[in-house]
C-alpha cells in the first residue's frame, strides 16, 4: 500500500469524519481499515489495462482539454459515455456550455480515480463537474454499498484537491433492472451515503430516478432497453431534469 495511496485514504475520512459526526479522526480512520479488506479498490486509482480504446480515448480528452475551453465535466461510466451518441441533444444542451464528456464505459470507480490523477483535470479551470458513477461497482458480490459510496468520495475528493474553484454536481447512481432488487438497492443506499457528501456550498445532490420510473418503482424499455443504458427518450429526461440545476451552478 503507497504512501500517496494511504495520505489519499486519511483525507478523505478527516471529510467524512466532519460530515458523519466521527470527532475522533484517528477512530473514524481505524474503523475504516478494519472495515475494508485488502481487496476493496474502489479508492484504489487503477488504468482499464485490457482495452486500447480506453487509452486513446484518454489521451483523446487531454488533446480535448488543452484545445478549451472547458466550462463543464461529465464524469461516469458508459451511461455518461452515451451522451457522444446524442447528437442533437449533445449539440442542444451541452455544446453551449462548453462540456467535455468524461464518461467512459465499463469505468468503476477505481478507474476514474486513476483518469483524474493522470491529467483529465489538467490546465482546465471548469465552472461545474457533474459525476454519475458507481453501478459498474455494484455487480455481484465484489464491493457493499459503502465500499462504493467510498470511491465515490475519493472521486470528489479528488475533484476538490485538484479544481478547488469547480462545484460539483453528484448525481444519485441511476436505476436499472425492471423491479427494485438487491442490486438496484445497493445503489441507492451507496448514493444516499455520498450524498451526505453535499455541503450547498461546493458539493450538490441531485436524485432523479423518479423521472425515470413508474409509480411503482418499474423501470421500462422505453427509456431504457436493456434496463441499464438509457435511449434517446431516457437522455432527454436526464437533460431536463439536470439542466436548471446545473445552469444554477455554472451562474448561467
Not at 93 to 103: D, E, S, T
Amino acid at each position: 500500500m503507497s504512501r500517496r495511496f494511504v495520505s489519499s485514504v486519511l483525507i478523505v475520512l478527516a471529510a467524512a469524519a466532519l460530515l458523519t459526526g466521527c470527532a475522533n479522526t484517528r477512530l473514524c480512520v481505524d474503523r475504516y481499515f478494519a472495515r475494508h479488506a485488502s481487496s476493496h479498490s474502489t479508492i484504489k486509482a487503477e488504468p482499464v489495462q485490457v482495452d486500447d480504446w480506453w487509452a486513446r480515448r484518454h489521451r483523446e480528452i487531454l488533446a480535448r482539454n488543452k484545445q478549451g475551453p472547458v466550462d463543464l465535466l461529465l464524469i461516469g461510466d458508459s451511461i455518461t459515455h452515451g451522451w457522444e451518441g446524442q447528437g442533437e441533444l449533445w449539440q442542444k444542451y451541452f455544446v453551449p456550455r462548453h462540456a467535455v464528456n468524461l464518461g467512459f464505459s465499463g469505468d468503476q470507480t477505481q478507474h476514474v480515480l486513476w483518469r483524474l490523477r493522470h491529467g483529465e483535470l489538467a490546465g482546465i479551470s471548469p465552472k461545474l463537474a457533474a459525476i454519475m458513477i458507481g453501478t459498474n461497482n455494484s455487480n455481484g458480490d465484489e464491493f457493499t454499498a459503502e465500499q462504493i459510496a467510498d470511491g465515490i468520495t475519493a472521486i470528489c475528493q479528488e475533484i476538490r484537491q485538484r479544481l478547488p474553484r469547480t462545484k460539483i454536481l453528484l448525481l444519485a447512481i441511476f436505476p436499472r433492472g425492471e423491479k427494485p432488487d438487491a442490486q438496484r438497492a445497493k445503489n441507492a443506499r451507496a448514493s444516499t451515503i455520498a450524498a451526505r457528501l453535499a455541503d450547498g456550498k461546493k458539493i450538490f445532490y441531485l436524485d432523479i430516478n423518479d423521472k425515470f420510473l413508474k409509480p411503482d418503482g418499474t423501470l421500462t424499455l422505453d427509456i431504457m432497453p436493456d434496463l441499464l443504458h438509457p435511449n434517446t427518450k431516457g437522455y432527454q429526461i436526464w437533460a431536463e431534469a439536470m439542466m436548471p440545476k446545473v445552469d444554477e451552478l455554472m451562474g448561467r
